[in-house]
């Protein structure tokens, strides 16, 4: 989703991706877990939750998303790994199964961002404070791959499949 889903400790489950991050990948086609409130597009085309992005056909869709943290991530990562062209948001907690099943053999590359993300609020401010843990993307499918080792975001760029 451009929005994850972990609870801070302000409450809040919804918080949406840099358009700084959006911008530095290139054009998306779709994104299936956008918010229904956005103050920017990620993508050309937009599921929300009303739509249930995960049980719609992504087509030949480049996808972008920040899919719902914690329980539901595995869900998303499964289908984008399936789905194999685009790049997602996640929480960089490598030692989990969904990593270990849909990144480390399927994903093209990941780049680990340095620090930690501040996201923001669905109109458009900067949230107070920063993510909860550390964030990645990671990319399926060549063309992401490059376009994830040229944005100059800030991080360290990973290639897993040769």
């Not at 930690?116 to 609020?121: A, G, I, M, Q």
Request: proline share 5%.
């Amino acid at each position: 989703m451009n929005t994850s889903f972990e609870r801070s400790v302000s409450g809040k489950d919804e918080w949406l991706t840099p358009k700084y991050i959006i911008e530095a990948l290139g054009e998306f086609d779709l994104d299936p877990c956008s918010p229904i409130v956005r103050p920017w597009n990620t993508a050309k085309r937009h599921y929300t939750i009303k739509d249930d992005g995960l049980t719609q056909d992504w087509g030949n869709s480049r996808v972008f998303m920040n899919p719902p943290y914690g329980s539901q991530t595995s869900k998303w990562m499964k289908k984008l790994s399936e789905h194999g062209n685009g790049i997602a948001l996640i929480f960089a907690r490598t030692e989990t199964r969904f990593f270990f099943d849909y990144i480390w053999p399927k994903a093209h590359a990941i780049l680990f961002l340095k620090g930690r993300l501040s996201f923001y609020n669905v109109d458009g401010t900067k949230g107070k404070n920063s993510a909860g843990a550390p964030s990645c993307l990671v990319a399926y499918g060549l063309y992401n791959e490059i376009l994830l080792q040229r944005s100059g975001l800030n991080g360290k760029y990973i290639k897993l499949i040769v």
